[in-house]
């Protein structure tokens, strides 16, 4: 099986739009983009003109970080971008299907919804352990329902969970011919389970999703990436905006591979783990706190006995955190990233407060 048999039948051969990038380099003066001849007074990178499609030094650091070849890698905005791009070059709008595990990163079912294809959800299922997926009955859901695309959050966004290797490699052999499995490691870094990049040599149909904007600490940049077989990435690159990649974020974003950026980078992924094990026994250990998750990613969920007033009580504090209203499976929970230790302090003292706030 290729992964080119998973993509719309009316894309293939399609070779999206051919830009001024695209179509010449090189040279020396250039009249081909109807771009400004001079650039702005203020500006030092150049931005008259229009930026690499694929910024070539950016997509080989990435590629190396990330160990994979060139030509398995697809930069893009961020890796909402990516999912968009995957749903529209493999589902036919208006007949194809998704499969999602509810409760799930919402833009998987938005970006489905925005291309007239149906979302089929699978739910997590709930235990003394926490959340996790019903591997047989996600199968037997994408085959009934014949899914094109199985996403897959690990860890999981907003319950935290990471898939396990096993669980992983059981749906791809089920699902190999049926549907593109996307691993979206958003949070990876943040986990103890190794990378699905690690397996992605023997399955065509395993696509992975990296973004700079979690532990890499650039959300503002828009930068992610999807990694898979370079015929998929291929035909992504077709569907994919001219020039999607702003100039100033490819050379911001570069400089997060230096030495110093990882080691900082490294750092930070610790302080977050430390955190996060404080911050679980202290939030635990509070009264209003039914159950605290077990979290690979930089974040708690927290079931509690009143989530609207504790949310409502701590944004009256400065404080913002995620009330989880809009997933059934989770009304009385919220999702509370991990912040500095200042700031995880801040949150245990308002807390303390708010308990004697509804017992005074
Ligand atoms: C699971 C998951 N995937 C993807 C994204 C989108 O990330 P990006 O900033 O790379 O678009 C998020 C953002 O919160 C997320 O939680």
Not at 15 to 28: P, V
Not at 255 to 276: D, K, M, W, Y
Not at 318 to 325: N, S
């Amino acid at each position: 099986m290729s992964a080119l048999d998973l993509i719309r039948p009316d894309l293939r051969g399609f070779g999206g739009y051919l830009s001024a990038r695209k179509q010449n380099s090189g040279g020396a003066i250039w009249l081909n983009a109807n771009e400004a001849a001079r650039p702005q007074a203020f500006d030092t990178q150049q931005l008259n003109r229009y930026p690499e499609p694929q910024p070539k030094a950016l997509a080989e650091t990435l590629a190396a970080y990330y160990g994979v070849e060139l030509d398995q890698l697809l930069l893009g905005r961020g890796s909402d971008e990516a999912i968009d791009l995957i749903v529209r070059a493999l589902c036919i709008p208006g007949s194809d299907r998704i499969l999602i595990q509810s409760p799930t990163f919402g833009m998987y079912a938005v970006c489905a919804r925005l291309h007239a294809c149906t979302v089929i959800d699978s739910p997590l299922q709930e235990t003394e352990a926490g959340f996790g997926w019903d591997i047989a009955g996600m199968i037997a859901t994408a085959r009934r329902d014949n899914c094109k695309v199985l996403f897959l959050c690990s860890p999981a966004n907003p319950t935290g969970q990471s898939l396990p290797r096993a669980d992983l490699e059981r749906l791809l052999e089920a699902l190999a011919g049926q549907c593109l499995v996307v691993v979206d490691e958003a949070y990876g870094e943040y986990s103890a389970q190794a990378s699905a990049l690690e397996i992605l040599a023997r399955y065509p149909h395993l696509a992975v999703l990296k973004t700079l904007s979690k532990a890499h600490a650039l959300a503002g940049a828009r930068i992610g990436a999807v990694i898979a077989t370079p015929e998929l990435i291929a035909v992504l690159k077709t569907c994919q905006a001219p020039y999607p990649i702003p100039k100033p974020s490819a050379t911001l974003v570069l400089q997060a591979f230096s030495e110093t950026a990882l080691a900082n980078t490294r750092s930070g992924i610790a302080q977050c783990l430390t955190e996060r094990r404080l911050l679980h026994t202290a939030l635990a250990a509070l009264p209003m706190i039914e159950r605290v998750f077990d979290s690979d990613a930089n974040f708690l969920l927290v079931r509690c006995t009143n989530s609207e007033s504790l949310s409502a009580y701590l944004l009256a504090e400065g404080i913002v955190v995620r009330a989880m209203r809009q997933y059934p499976a989770l009304q009385d929970c919220v999702r509370i990233s991990i912040g500095t230790p200042a700031e995880n302090e801040r949150l245990l003292a308002v807390l303390d407060t708010f308990h004697g706030a509804t017992h005074a």
